[in-house]
């Protein structure tokens, strides 16, 4: 874990969240689920330092108003594409569970004689079914 506390910190801590929400936005946005999964780990470490570093209140040099404007664009930019690309990925994996899960009604309908009225279901056995939503 980086402890640097230097004035400099909370820019570059900025600037590897900015960079690493851009990885994952590219992952995503190819819908390459497994590449995105892959930096949650460091996409909460980055978060972890700016956080620290923003907690610590250490400012900026007068000369880095330039660098911290270029960073703030960036990682708001960047933070405002993977909400999106993550509201879309969710989106995809909620149509391939339906989709799953119809497969499974369809084919278990299939091998199933019919029940009597108002009994549909009731003796039927269900699948457990998990869901997992990380962001």
């Keep these: ?10 820019i570059e801590a900025a600037e ?3 960079a690493i929400l851009e ?6 946005s190819i819908q390459d689920f497994a590449v995105s999964a892959a930096l949650a780990e460091a996409k909460r470490a980055a978060i972890g330092r700016l956080e620290a570093a923003l907690d610590l209140g250490v400012a900026g040099k007068p000369r880095d108003g330039r660098r911290v404007e270029v960073v703030q664009q960036r990682l708001d930019a960047a933070a405002a594409a993977n909400g999106k690309l993550l509201r879309q990925a ?15 009604d369809t084919s ?6 019919l029940q009597p009225y108002g009994q549909e279901g009731a ?4 699948a457990p079914v998990a869901l ?3 962001a």
């Design 1 to 10: 874990m980086n402890n640097d506390t230097s004035p400099g910190s909370a």
């Design 16 to 18: 590897a969240l900015a």
């Design 23 to 28: 990885e994952e936005n590219r992952s995503l």
């Design 90 to 104: 969710i989106e995809t994996q909620q149509r391939v569970i339906q989709t799953v899960m119809q497969a499974l």
């Design 108 to 113: 278990r309908a299939a091998g199933e004689p």
């Design 123 to 126: 003796a039927r056995p269900t």
């Design 132 to 134: 997992v939503l990380r």
